[in-house]
């Protein structure tokens, strides 16, 4: 896959800085701070503080000056006029990584101008602003059209109305060359080196094309409102909620992405923990591929996102291909298509962004990295992040279902799915989409209920839905069964018809008897499709277990437990953190401690339990400042995540 990355030149300016190197200074008759890696403005009248936007100016011409001159100006500086209005008061742009001092001065000795003011951003009058103060995050057009210039975003404010990443953490593996593992707006868990064979502990890469994987990963979960950088579609909401944490997966170097070693990666990830697997790459087929693909979706639940690819043509790359991957194609600020044309309307699920993506990259540095379907799909990870951070136990076909109707054919777009899958992906309506009663999908059926009597067949029972914000008319309910091993590959065995007089609704699974042998577990869920053959996501899910006779999951009101290790909080602590994890099923609870290197601290869990939600109180008065490891086992179930302690 092509991979185009653009270098920011930092625009020299010589002049006498009129500022002086104090922390607070006086010009314009506006006072500013310097604070905490930012500079302030002073409103005198009420001492509130505001950060000022450092490319952002508006001017006003002296009346004898002509425009034309001023255009010229503006052309040899490399400011970008951005709009004038009736006034006569001009919004301009500063170079990307310009020194706002410098052009302060430089404006004011032009003499052109009866006005010139240096933009802050204002505060919201209600408690929390929808505005991460990320000071970039204004250039991210692809989240949220910020100057309103017309380019398609995936709209994510309105998402984080809802979620930002922090209520449940997600870990996402990203898939790729190489990871600045010291950036300071990225957290990283354990990842591997399939290079050199080990867990990775390598330096900062600065070869070019080892930003690529940092650029994905600052897309994804980029610390938000944490005043540095960006701001990544799931990184929480600082200081006191981190979002989504990266697991970095090197399987090449140069241009090479290895065949041999991205099977085991993908394995590596579905059993340490990854819920989210990017993949931004192509790469031909193979069996050890496909069926890593599959373990790993239907065995452990993983949600695979795969580019589409950055060259034109027709047909899907792999692993874009494969039925259990989502395929992200992109669509460019003219609203063109960019990467490969679907031969099947199914073949490409959503585009998104795909140029001039502002991201991050190695050593802290951020720019516009260059353009290609490589950082579509990290956008549809973040969201797909949001979503299990809500919703924990949403399974991929949910994820799937959602993507394809969280998606919109906008004004400027041509309705077609060959080039555009369901269309542009939107996150806000993706976080609706599991919200009851919203307006993307019909409710789901919720308070599922299983009878599994010995020696009789199981039977399912449900409320029924009542009628909805849509209009929509509920037409049936589709049963969904998985059986064994396969936990996740969940497979329509059968319908029932909606009935509105009824209270509940009932199924009975005639092809299998409780405690009557065979595979161990069957597990169920329903979902709710409506007139225009639109579903639901999924319900709780029940289980029964015919190797102990049987047992039942019922998830009361939706609750339904999944293997999960949260983040610890707080973070950093002393001398004491609370530790929260999930089970799935009963087996021997291990939670240990390791130091950083690797060296077994202390054992705060080791338990049998059953299935559900769990916390544990950890004490480290007796532990040092640093940064430490603990890890979750049970049954094949792995995870570990940082802590911090600080005395």
């Not at 899910?541 to 190797?547: I, K, L, M, Q, T």
Request: net charge negative; with cysteine.
């Amino acid at each position: 896959m092509k991979k185009i990355f653009l270098t920011i030149s930092i625009i020299t300016l010589i002049t006498v800085n009129i500022f002086s190197q104090d922390s607070i200074y006086t010009f314009n008759n506006q006072v500013f701070h310097f604070e905490n890696n930012n500079w302030y403005v002073l409103d005198e009248a009420t001492s509130e503080k505001f950060k000022i936007n450092p490319r952002s100016f508006t001017v006003k011409l002296k009346e004898q000056i002509p425009y034309i001159a001023f255009e010229n100006f503006c052309q040899a500086q490399n400011i970008s006029i951005i709009r004038k209005n009736k006034l006569g008061y001009i919004d301009i742009h500063l170079p990307e990584n310009s020194n706002f001092r410098n052009f302060y001065g430089i404006l004011k000795n032009k003499a052109f101008f009866e006005n010139i003011h240096l933009n802050s951003y204002g505060k919201s009058t209600s408690e929390e602003t929808n505005y991460p103060n990320d000071p970039f995050f204004n250039e991210q057009y692809y989240l949220f059209d910020y100057y309103e210039q017309g380019w398609p975003s995936i709209d994510v404010l309105g998402a984080w109305d809802i979620e930002n990443g922090s209520t449940n953490q997600v870990t996402v593996a990203v898939i790729g060359m190489g990871f600045d593992l010291l950036h300071t707006d990225l957290f990283f868990t354990s990842g591997y080196n399939y290079v050199l064979n080990e867990n990775p502990n390598w330096p900062i890469y600065t070869d070019i094309e080892q930003h690529h994987e940092t650029a994905i990963a600052g897309i994804i979960a980029a610390k938000t409102n944490n005043e540095i950088g960006i701001s990544g579609i799931a990184g929480g909401w600082y200081p006191n909620n981190p979002g989504a944490v990266i697991m970095p997966l090197k399987v090449g170097e140069g241009r090479f992405y290895a065949l041999e070693v991205i099977d085991d990666a993908i394995i590596y990830a579905a059993e340490n923990g990854a819920k989210v697997i990017n993949m931004s790459f192509v790469i031909p087929p193979s069996a050890a591929l496909e069926a890593a693909v599959k373990y790993a979706y239907n065995q452990y639940g993983c949600i695979l996102i795969s580019t589409t690819g950055h060259y034109g043509g027709t047909g899907m790359p792999y692993p874009a291909r494969y039925s259990e991957v989502l395929a992200i194609g992109g669509i460019l600020k003219d609203w063109s298509r960019l990467g490969r044309i679907g031969e099947q309307p199914d073949d490409i699920d959503a585009v998104a962004p795909a140029e001039d993506i502002f991201t991050t990259f190695n050593a802290d540095n951020y720019g516009n990295i260059g353009s290609g379907t490589s950082f579509a799909a990290p956008q549809v990870a973040g969201i797909s992040a949001l979503l299990l951070s809500k919703h924990p136990n949403l399974i991929p076909m949910d994820i799937k279902n959602i993507v394809k109707h969280a998606s919109v054919y906008e004004p400027n777009m041509e309705n077609d799915p060959l080039k555009f899958g369901n269309g542009l992906i939107k996150a806000d309506r993706a976080l609706n989409a599991i919200i009851q009663n919203w307006e993307v999908l019909p409710p789901y059926p919720n308070n599922l209920r299983v009878s599994a009597i010995p020696n009789q067949h199981p039977v399912l029972t449900w409320p029924t839905i009542l009628p909805f914000k849509r209009g929509d008319i509920i037409e049936k309910y589709n049963i969904y069964r998985s059986i064994g091993t396969a936990p996740y590959k969940f497979i329509k065995v059968s319908e029932v018809n909606h009935n509105s007089v009824l209270q509940n609704h009932t199924w009975v699974d005639n092809s299998y008897t409780v405690d009557g042998g065979g595979v161990p577990y069957y597990r169920y869920r329903v979902t709710s499709e409506d007139v225009k053959q639109i579903q639901s996501i999924t319900s709780n899910e029940v289980v029964v277990n015919a190797n102990i006779g049987w047992k039942i999951n019922t998830g009361i009101s939706g609750e339904i437990f999944d293997y999960n290790l949260s983040q610890n909080y707080p973070n950093p602590f002393n001398p004491s953190t609370t530790i929260s994890f999930s089970i799935k099923e009963t087996g021997l609870v291990t939670l240990s401690v390791y130091n950083i290197l690797g060296q077994l601290l202390s054992v705060a869990v080791n338990e049998v339990k059953e299935p559900g939600n769990y916390t544990t109180q950890f004490d480290a008065s007796l532990l040092s400042s640093g940064v430490y490891i603990y890890q979750l086992k049970v049954n094949d179930f792995i995870s570990s995540k940082k802590m911090v302690i600080t005395k």
